[in-house]
Each structure stands twice: as C-alpha cells, then as structure tokens.
Nanobody, 123 residues
Framework: QVQLVESGGGLVQAGGSLKLSCAASGRTFSNYAMAWFRQAPGKERKFVAAINYIGSNTYYADSVKGRFTISRDNGKNTVYLQMNSLKPEDTAVYYC????????????????WGQGTQVTVSS
C-alpha cells in the first residue's frame, strides 16, 4: 500500500498561483500512475489531472487545461500540481490518488488517496 500526503494548499487571490505537492511512501511510487482530484463544498469529487508512471503522458480536465500542469519526480516520490491563473471556481479540497496501473485509463483502480489540501481562491 502507498501512503499519500498532500501539501501546498492555501488562500490566493484570483489570477494567482499555487503549487501542490503529494508525497508518497510505502510501495514503489514509480509503479503508479498518479492523479489529482478536487471536491468543492456540496459537490462531487471531480478529476483534475493525471500522469503516467514515468511522466511521459499527462491528462487534464477541460476546466483546467492550459492553466494547470501535473508533473512528478520519481526520485523524490512526489507528484506536483502547478496551478496558474486561478479562479474562484477552482476553490476546493484537492486530493491526490495513486492508480494501481502504471498508465492512466478511463477506468482507474485506485490504490490510495491522500487526506486532501484546501485551496481557496478569492475574487
């Protein structure tokens, strides 16, 4: 089992930037495709971005494409989410997740979730 801990959330003004980190421990991090999801108050958890096990392929929700960048450093067992041009509608708790498979697919099989980090964007 892999354990995930997110960090880097906070309060930022619209148009600003934040970089989230998700540190993994336990099983071999490089075996997993990784993803970020977010959940706004009263809404369901939604996909934000994903990356395959070596970082050669990335995937984004339409709502964040061109503004957010997912990346990973397998030497540091960490996946990142760089968020630029933030909007109030990006306000949510952001979660990272480890997919059991090394490649991202439309039917992920999650091995683990982090506890989440709050991102608040003020207008």
């Amino acid at each position: 089992q892999v354990q995930l801990v997110e960090s880097g959330g906070g309060l930022v003004q619209a148009g600003g930037s934040l970089k989230l980190s998700c540190a993994a421990s336990g099983r071999t991090f490089s075996n997993y495709a990784m993803a970020w999801f977010r959940q706004a108050p009263g809404k369901e958890r939604k996909f934000v971005a994903a990356i395959n096990y070596i970082g050669s392929n990335t995937y984004y929700a339409d709502s964040v494409k061109g503004r957010f960048t997912i990346s990973r450093d397998n030497g540091k067992n960490t996946v990142y989410l760089q968020m630029n041009s933030l909007k109030p509608e990006d306000t949510a708790v952001y979660y990272c997740a480890a997919n059991r498979r090394p490649y991202w697919t439309s039917t992920p099989d999650f091995a683990s979730w982090g506890q989440g980090t709050q991102v608040t964007v003020s207008s």
